[in-house]
């Protein structure tokens, strides 16, 4: 009632949970040699919706700033973050970030990410570290059960290219392709261009599946350099996850964009259990050119609020409550000390008194202080 439809409150370990998963990705970041990186939440519009980008401003949360311009609260890092680091010299770098990000379409509008993006760095390289950080940091929350499916821009960009498509078939050709409609897919290639193109891309929306499947299409598109060289690629980030122990390997070689500045590899974490997609992430080269040139672009963000919603504590610490009045709280407050690494909770006697591991009561009779264990 008090809140804009969609807005909403969080509490108690809703809360503690997300920082739990930001502490962890930063001590796992920060290990693996990466610096910090923030930008403001408002940015102008054009930062996402020029050509380079070309982000949909209709889910963006927006208003008109006193000059007439359009402001935006931050709908994705990986721009901004292009934006902050344009004048950097070109070396290879690791930035990692953490935050919420804003968009209309999704319920709660405002939810939360931690990523990761890597410059300068050559191929395959700023791929494989940015899905061995996202073994790294799923490991270090205990989840182990996660599939990461690999794709590639260029596999259906390549196929599409032989159809005449305008600009509006063209995009219902690629929800119909992303939404997998094998019949809807092989229409629209066969009102646009040829019966050869359309077969190849209605095959291409089942290409989806285990590590094999490249072996298949290594076959299907023998002769074609191009598409084959995209296949080692995959085939090589694949070989490289499981030689270092990564969770399961998916390939989707019909997979199409879900944000418009991807390049090159594409990649998603799925847990097992519930099927969601716990981190996104790819290669975006073309993003740099909006700043005068292209550079080699990798990275990923984690859904924090999906990686928070199984977050459970292993070893989590003692909780001790103190019970205390206004005369024996300075007692109380000196006998926290004695209790290392646990949770040391000064309370009176209407606190909820069923959470605790211990509960002591400082008393005091005739000017002394008593400790007693209840
Ligand atoms: N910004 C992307 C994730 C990403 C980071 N770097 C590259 N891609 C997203 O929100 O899904």
Known sequence: MFLPAGSRDEMGPAVSNRFAVMEKFRKVAVSRGYEEISTPVVEYATTFTNEYVDMKLQNMLKWFNSEGEIEVLRPDWTTSIARALSSQERKPQKWSYQGAVF??????????????????????????????????????????????????????????????LKKDDAERLRLAMHDKKQDEVYQIAMNNGGKETAKELAALVDAYGGIEIIDEYEERWKGREDLLE??????????????????????????????????????????QKTGAVC???????????????GVSAAGLAFDVDVLAELY???????????????????????????????IVDIQTHEADLGNYDKILEVKLTDGKFEVLEK
């Open 230 to 271: 995209v296949l080692a690629q995959i085939k090589k980030t694949a070989q490289i996850l499981t030689e270092s122990g990564s969770g399961h390997i998916l390939v989707d070689l019909g997979r199409v964009k879900n944000l418009p500045y991807y390049s090159g590899m594409m990649f998603r974490g799925f847990l």
């Open 312 to 342: 459970r504590d292993e070893s989590p610490m003692k909780k001790v409550c103190i019970l205390a009045s206004p005369d024996t709280l300075v007692y109380a407050e000196k006998l926290r000390s004695s209790y290392k690494n646990c």
């Open 279 to 293: 981190f996104s992430g790819g290669r975006y080269d073309t993003l740099y050119e909006r700043y005068g040139g």
């Open 103 to 164: 968009n209309t379409n999704r319920p709660g509008m405002e939810y939360h990410q931690a990523g990761i993006e890597i410059l300068h760095m050559p191929s395959l390289m700023g791929e494989s570290e940015s899905l061995l950080m996202a073994h790294s940091f799923l490991t270090q929350l205990g989840i182990t059960d996660y599939a990461i499916e690999l794709g590639h821009t260029k596999l259906y960009e390549s196929l599409v290219q032989k159809l005449d």
